[in-house]
């Protein structure tokens, strides 16, 4: 299938255009929808609406520069797995990782009492690379877990600073091992890849990752050029409406060209810009096992994207329908976004999440997939070799109208794929 039938297209253009339509009251300022196959060539791709909400804004094009944030993980853990395959790192070895970053040796937990009062405490064991994959390490996120945010008050924390010194006051909040709890574990991926290699993640991601799969204009680093294709980052009010506001992951886009680039943290959490579309190229060497049809390259070896599919958390499955506060609403939704049986599960890979059943819209289980904060989403479904990613620039996360679209979307798709397979 090298591209999607004629009357799939437009149904799924007409769906798009529908959510971008009414001007200044329209659900979805603009969205970039591509799906396509293990190649990484689309079967479809569409981009509707413009960068902004207000009048005069460019429209969204394949050029378009969105912030990607938790995009960047995916890379993290591609980069990472590499140098496991090279044996470089190791996922299992606790010395490794105390050797390479002695602040996770020294770090301690956060713990509160019934008055209130925070204390720190030995951690009860030590953090290996696959826990930080894997987000059992101990680490939360400010914006998500209430009881670190008031901790790091009255200065507080801000997981979206640019800034290392942020990440190295943070303690952790559980004890590793012992419980899943999505974090900033994947910046400390980041740091362990670049102190074990000696370069800095830009470099790593461009020779090894960006470059071999002919992935363009993505970067830990915004160039003039490229923040003159910047989308508009967007807050929904409480009344539902849209408008404009500033950028909340700024400091990349504040620093000039050349020697300031040092002051910029290569965030292996959340840190890249560039078009989202690039990246089908990179999912489309992992629903390929690794390898880059495009080129020929071989970025990983089967067994290892096998790895990363594979669930990593069994003994304490994620349940879909478990009710989550947010500290910082403004940045996102509580969970669950929607209602789900009180069964329902997911899992986790090396870097992902991993589904544990099928999903209304068509996908199986065993389907890896993830987001960024800005309300981007990406999957990637070996069984049927098909992937696909919708993008816009939205807080806060799990954006009811942007989800509703892709969910009309991707049953479309799926619709057309299960039918082609059984005829």
Sequence with gaps: MSTLSRTSQAKLHDIAERYVAGGKNREVPGLIYVAFREGGQPIF??????????????????????????????????????LVEHGVLELDNPDQIATLAPELRDIKVLERAEDGIFYLVEKRGEITLRMLLNH??????????????????????????????????????????????YGTSMD????????????TLEEVFQKYIFSPLGMVGVTFYPTDETRARLAYLHRRGP?????????????????????????IFCAGGHGLFGPPAEF??????????????????????????????????????????ESVPVAKPH???????VPMPADHTEGWGLGFSISHLPSETGRPAGVGSWEGLANLF?????????????????????????????????????????????S
Aim: proline letters at 6%; charged letters at 25%; a negative charge.
């Design 378 to 422: 990406w999957f990637a479904d070996r069984e049927n070799k098909v992937g696909a990613i919708i993008a816009s620039q939205i807080l806060p996360y799990g954006d009811l109208h942007l989800l509703k679209c892709a969910d009309e979307m991707e049953t479309v798709l799926y619709r057309e794929i299960l039918e082609a397979g059984t």
């Design 136 to 181: 059992t390490a101990g680490f939360g996120y400010a914006f998500e877990d209430e009881k670190l945010a008031h901790y790091g008050q009255p200065v507080g924390l801000d997981d979206f600073c640019g800034e290392l010194s942020d990440l190295l006051r943070r303690p952790l909040v559980n004890h590793p091992g012992e419980t899943f709890q």
């Design 188 to 199: 400390w991926v980041g740091i362990l890849i670049e102190r074990v290699t000696g370069f």
């Design 45 to 82: 791709e569409h981009y509707a609406g413009c960068r902004g909400i207000e009048p005069g804004t460019p429209p969204m094009d394949a050029d378009t520069i969105c912030w990607l944030a938790s995009f960047t993980k995916l890379v993290t853990s591609v980069a990472c797995m590499q």
């Design 239 to 263: 009344d539902g409406n849209l408008a404009q506001r500033d950028h909340l992951y700024a400091k990349p886009l504040r620093v000039k060209e050349g020697s300031q680039r040092d002051e």
């Design 331 to 337: 940045l996102a939704n509580p969970t669950p976004l």
């Design 280 to 321: 089908r190229k990179l999912i489309g060497m992992l629903l390929n096992d690794g390898l880059d049809l495009a080129s020929g390259a071989r970025l990983l070896n089967k067994a290892t994207v096998d790895e990363m599919f594979k669930d990593q958390i069994p003994s304490m499955p994620r349940y879909s329908n």
